[in-house]
């Protein structure tokens, strides 16, 4: 992934990390990394891991999201593309999710590929971790979202590992 970022800047591909509305600090996250079967989301900022979180996925976490409704999180390189202060899961950051493969792989299937995937909060930390409940979304505690939320702008690439 590093490889793959340094290559995109020069060329200007940045994924809107230079957008006006955004002003990066040394602690604004870069690109985000999620690795699913780890229950790891990590931020990174030049080649270096800035905070790490576990989270739950969905409900049948294995494999990438073929279509709306099978409970699985998605594999493959995404961005950050709305911030919702009003969720009803404290606050949520949607997930670019579905791409043009994720369209053809699920129109061959005769679904609809869904949508609405988001890295979001929840309550009761005590709880929630102990298994994999959404519905494709990638669910932190509250306290961390809130903290998430302060360190990724719109247009950050996240990366989604089997």
Known sequence: MIRFYKLLVPFGIGFGLMAADAVATDQTAQYLVVEKQARRLTLFRDGEALKTYRVALGG??????????DRRTPEGTYSIDFKNP????HLSLKISYPNAQDISRAQRLGKDPGGMIMIHGIGEDAVWRRSDWTDGCIAVSNSEIEEIWELVELQTPVVIKP
Do not use: C, I, L, R
């Open 60 to 69: 049948n976490p294995v494999g990438h999201k073929q279509h709306e409704g």
């Open 86 to 89: 009003d969720s009803a899961y």
